[in-house]
C-alpha cells in the first residue's frame, strides 16, 4: 500500500526559504510515469496545488508560484522536495505530498496530469519571525 | 484561468438523506479531467470520483459523481455519519495553469 509523508521544519521566518520532503513507502518512484506532487491548504482555506515532479525529473508548477518554487527527486532514497523561497505569512498553510496521476488521452495524444491519490497526512508550516 | 465555483457553500442534512453538491467550470472542461475529494477535519483529502464518474478504488456506491461541460454533481446517496466533511472539486488539464480546485461544499449535520 502505497504511503505518503511530509517532514521539515514548522516554523519559517519570512524571507526565508521553506523546504519539504516527502518520503514515499509501498511503491518505488520510479515504477511509473506518474508524477509527485504538492498541495498546500491555509488554515480554514482551500486547496492550492503547487506542483509535481516526474521520477526523472521533469516539473510543472503552477503560475503564480512558479518563480519561488523548485522541486527535485531523489529516487535512491524515494524521496522528493519542495523548496519554496521569499516567504511570507501567506504561505502558511498545511503541506501534502500526493501521488499525481498521469493518463493518456487518445483524443489529445498526449498524457496529462489529472488526480492526485494518495495524499500523505500534511504537515503544518508556519511562516513567523 | 478556468475558475471552479462549488455550491452551496453548506449543506445542512440528516443521516440517510441524499446530498447533492454542484461544480461550475466558467467554461466547458472535458470530464476526463473532474475528479472529486472528501476533506474531514484534520485529515488529508481522500479522492472519491475521478474522470466526472469513476470511483476510486474503496470508495462506497453511494457515493456518484455526474456531468459533462461547465457542469458536474457530486451524489452522495443515503448519508451516513461519516460522510459529513467537506467536499472538493477539482479540474486538470493540458498546462500547469488549468490544474485548479473548487472552493469547497460543507457538508454538515442538521
Known amino acids: 500500500q502505497l504511503q505518503l509523508q511530509e517532514s521539515g521544519p514548522g516554523l519559517v521566518k519570512p524571507s526565508e526559504t521553506l523546504s519539504l520532503t516527502c518520503t514515499v513507502s509501498?511503491?518505488?518512484?520510479?515504477?511509473?510515469?506518474?508524477?509527485w506532487g504538492w498541495i498546500r491548504q491555509p488554515p480554514g482555506k482551500g486547496l492550492e496545488w503547487i506542483g509535481s515532479?516526474?521520477?526523472?525529473?521533469?516539473?510543472q508548477y503552477t503560475p503564480p508560484l512558479k518563480s519561488r518554487v523548485t522541486m527535485s527527486v531523489e529516487t535512491s532514497k524515494n524521496q522528493f522536495s519542495l523548496r519554496l523561497t521569499s516567504v511570507t505569512a501567506a504561505d502558511t498553510a498545511v503541506y501534502y505530498c500526493?501521488?499525481?496521476?498521469?493518463?493518456?488521452?487518445?483524443?489529445?495524444?498526449?498524457?496529462?496530469?489529472?488526480?492526485?491519490?494518495?495524499w500523505g497526512q500534511g504537515t503544518l508550516v508556519t511562516v513567523s519571525s | 484561468e478556468i475558475v471552479l465555483t462549488q455550491s452551496p457553500g453548506t449543506l445542512s442534512l440528516s443521516p440517510g438523506e441524499r446530498a447533492i453538491l454542484s461544480c461550475r467550470a466558467s467554461?466547458?472542461?472535458?470530464?476526463?479531467?473532474l475528479a472529486w475529494y472528501q476533506q474531514k477535519p484534520g485529515q488529508a483529502p481522500r479522492l472519491l470520483i475521478y474522470?466526472?464518474?469513476g470511483r476510486a478504488s474503496g470508495i462506497p456506491d453511494r457515493f456518484s459523481g455526474s456531468g459533462s461541460g461547465t457542469d458536474f454533481t457530486l451524489t452522495i446517496n443515503g448519508l451516513e455519519p461519516q460522510d459529513f466533511a467537506v467536499y472538493y472539486c477539482?479540474?486538470?488539464?493540458?498546462?500547469?495553469?488549468?490544474?485548479?480546485f473548487g472552493g469547497g461544499t460543507k457538508v454538515e449535520i442538521k
Open positions: 500526493a501521488r499525481h496521476h498521469r493518463r493518456f488521452f487518445e483524443w489529445s495524444l498526449s498524457a496529462e496530469l489529472v488526480w492526485f491519490d494518495p
Open positions: 509501498g511503491d518505488s518512484i520510479s515504477s511509473s510515469t506518474d508524477y
Open positions: 515532479i516526474s521520477y526523472s525529473g521533469s516539473t
Open positions: 467554461q466547458s472542461v472535458s470530464s476526463s479531467y
Open positions: 474522470g466526472a464518474s
Open positions: 477539482q479540474l486538470s488539464g493540458s498546462s500547469p495553469a488549468a490544474l485548479t
